[in-house]
Nanobody, 122 residues
Framework: QVQLVESGGGLVQAGGSLRLSCTTLGRTFSTYSMAWFRQAPGKEREFVAAISSNGASTYNPASVKGRFTISRDNAEKTVYLQMNTLTPEDTAVYYC???????????????WGQGTQVTVSS
């Protein structure tokens, strides 16, 4: 089995930054594509960022493009989400996901973390 453990969430003022981490517990990490999704109260889960297994490719939707950056350290079996210029609209539970396919779709990811709360105050 693969277990993902997120950390780094918390409270931050609008305009501030946070860095989320997701560490993979298990033998396999470097072969997985990784992604971040978020879900705000009353809204559907939303794609935030994805990175290919070797880190050569990344993708962000327009809502976070230029503000959020996904990266990975395969030696540490960890994926990161650097979030800058945060706004109250970024408030959500953020989930880390791992899968065999580099994709923006939730259904393509096999393993999920428990989520970490990010709250941005105005």
């Amino acid at each position: 089995q693969v277990q993902l453990v997120e950390s780094g969430g918390g409270l931050v003022q609008a305009g501030g930054s946070l860095r989320l981490s997701c560490t993979t517990l298990g033998r396999t990490f470097s072969t997985y594509s990784m992604a971040w999704f978020r879900q705000a109260p009353g809204k559907e889960r939303e794609f935030v960022a994805a990175i290919s297994s070797n880190g050569a490719s990344t993708y962000n939707p327009a809502s976070v493009k230029g503000r959020f950056t996904i990266s990975r350290d395969n030696a540490e079996k960890t994926v990161y989400l650097q979030m800058n210029t945060l706004t109250p609209e970024d408030t959500a539970v953020y989930y880390c996901a791992a899968g065999d396919t580099y994709s923006i779709f939730q259904r393509r990811y096999n393993y999920w973390g428990q989520g970490t709360q990010v709250t941005v105050s105005s």
